[in-house]
């Protein structure tokens, strides 16, 4: 239903179209007092009026009663005429050329704008010389020429690039999703893409999330184990929960865990027994399949561990630090085809925190200190594709960029928040069934004094009592 609101913001619109209006009005109305006389003047000039007042009411027709939907559209007209009308002077700025054999310039050419939402796609001929990289490291100076808030570009073929030009961020706000969503079997719902489409991370992959403090880490581990919660009560995923924080961050929601442990000793006896039934399960499987598939009776394992760095790094303990690298090493390069997972998060992405930061195949970089780190966790082709975590806001907690397994295009996603109430639902809702506590592992000096002393030989007697 049209509101004189809207009625007001239309013609307020139109304040050019009306001056023009008035004017020939005003004119015709002029010509008619000094003209009605003669034969045939005058009604020339009253249907002349009628006519500029049916253009008036015409383009009122064809606005329609969605007067925002008529702004956004003339708006999105008048932004891609604006693309168009200046992208060879700005191309020609940013070094976006080539010199032909001729000695002509050559410039990147543009494609017709094609608007989803609030986003302009605009496709991209790069000349043979120009590299995705060259448009890449443009994107900053192009968005801010275009008055938009990112561009970034996908494709890999020179003639095939789109860019991508954000108008609005749909992960400028948080959101959260309700609880018991199906699982498909094969993947987690942990939040939206940056195109507003759900973002599901595949569960089989080992995924490692780096974060500095405040990143919104959070927000990925609870994604996750609210993702499972139908599994995890239907006995399909069991999730072992590690929390190096004494337990701040998952005794929330232990309820859901099926193995928990908080401190050194017991966080490495779980990685070990989990190593120990990851190799069983390999045996009983060779020779029957090549891929487990996850039953009540032999489910997924999903070893999820909070601030890794305190096993990997930070353990004062030498032999529970080598134990527990061992463990890791062990399980994510022997794990995912007997439906074993890792799931871990860090702050600190250095080799030296992590020795088998190689063995995570699918990376999550929520805000980053420097570029550096980025390309630690995402590798350098993705900080050249513009996945740039160092630059991502402290005010947009949880938002990241993911590199898929395939090495496909990093995708800029955020993760649903969930609130303590929220946890609390999904640990009396979704509990564990069969849940078992971790016995302590022993250190290795308790475990030397345990060990009975061998007996002395015949030959050292005899050689003490001569």
């Not at 809207?6 to 109305?29: M, N």
């Not at 939907?69 to 604006?82: C, Q």
């Not at 590299?131 to 073929?157: C, M, N, P, T, W």
């Not at 590690?242 to 929601?253: C, N, P, Q, T, W």
Request: neutral net charge; aromatic residues 6%; hydrophobic residues 45%.
């Amino acid at each position: 239903m049209i509101t004189w609101a809207d009625e007001r913001r239309y013609w307020a619109s139109e304040k050019r179209t009306l001056r023009i209006a008035a004017g020939w009005l005003v004119i015709l109305g002029t010509l008619f007092i000094l003209l009605h006389s003669l034969p045939g003047v005058g009604a020339a000039i009253v249907i002349s009026m009628v006519v500029v007042v049916a253009v008036l009411l015409i383009r009122r027709l064809r606005a329609g009663r969605d007067v925002d939907a008529y702004f956004s559209k003339r708006w999105k007209a008048s932004v891609s005429d604006g693309i168009l009308s200046s992208w060879t002077a700005l191309a020609r700025n940013l070094r976006l050329e080539v010199r032909g054999l001729d000695g002509g310039v050559i410039v990147a050419g543009l494609g017709v704008p094609v608007w989803e939402g609030w986003t302009c796609l605009v496709r991209v001929h790069l000349p043979p010389g120009l590299v995705k990289e060259d448009l890449v490291s443009a994107s900053e100076h192009i968005a801010q020429a275009f008055g938009a808030i990112r561009v970034s570009v996908a494709g890999d073929r020179l003639d095939a690039l789109v860019m991508r030009i954000d108008y609005t961020d749909p992960l400028a706000e948080s959101f959260w999703f309700p609880l018991g969503a199906p699982w498909d079997g094969h993947s987690v719902l942990m939040g939206l893409a940056e195109d507003g489409s759900e973002w599901r991370l595949p569960l089989g992959p080992h995924t490692l999330v780096a974060g500095a403090s405040g990143s919104g880490k959070a927000s990925l581990v609870w994604g996750l184990l609210l993702g499972l919660a139908q599994p995890i009560r239907d006995g399909f995923v069991e999730v072992w929960g590690i929390d190096r924080k004494g337990g701040m961050e998952l005794a929330m929601g232990r309820e859901m865990l099926t193995r928990f442990a908080d401190d050194a000793q017991r966080s490495v006896a779980l990685l070990e027994e989990a190593v120990e039934q990851m190799q069983a399960r390999a045996r009983s499987l060779a020779g029957l399949t090549r891929q487990h598939i996850a039953t009540t009776e032999s489910p997924t394992i999903v070893v999820l561990i909070d601030e890794l760095a305190a096993l990997t790094a930070y353990e004062t303990d030498r032999d529970m630090l080598r134990r527990a690298n061992a463990a890791i090493a062990t399980l994510a390069s022997q794990g995912r085809a007997v439906g074993f997972i890792v799931f871990a998060c860090l702050q600190d992405p250095r080799k030296e925190t992590l020795p088998a930061r190689g063995l995570f195949t699918q990376t999550v970089g929520l805000r980053l200190r420097d570029r550096a780190e980025t390309a630690m966790v995402l590798g350098d082709g993705a900080v050249a594709a513009g996945a740039l975590s160092h630059e991502i806001s402290r005010s947009t907690p949880g938002v990241a960029f993911v590199v898929p397994e395939d090495g496909t295009a990093p995708i800029r996603v955020r993760a649903a928040y969930a609130s303590d109430e929220q946890i609390r639902e999904a640990a009396v809702t979704y509990p564990a069934p069969y849940p078992r506590p971790v016995k302590p592992a022993e250190r290795a000096e308790e475990s030397r004094a345990r060990r009975p002393r061998a007996p002395r030989s015949s030959k050292s007697q005899q050689m003490e009592e001569s």
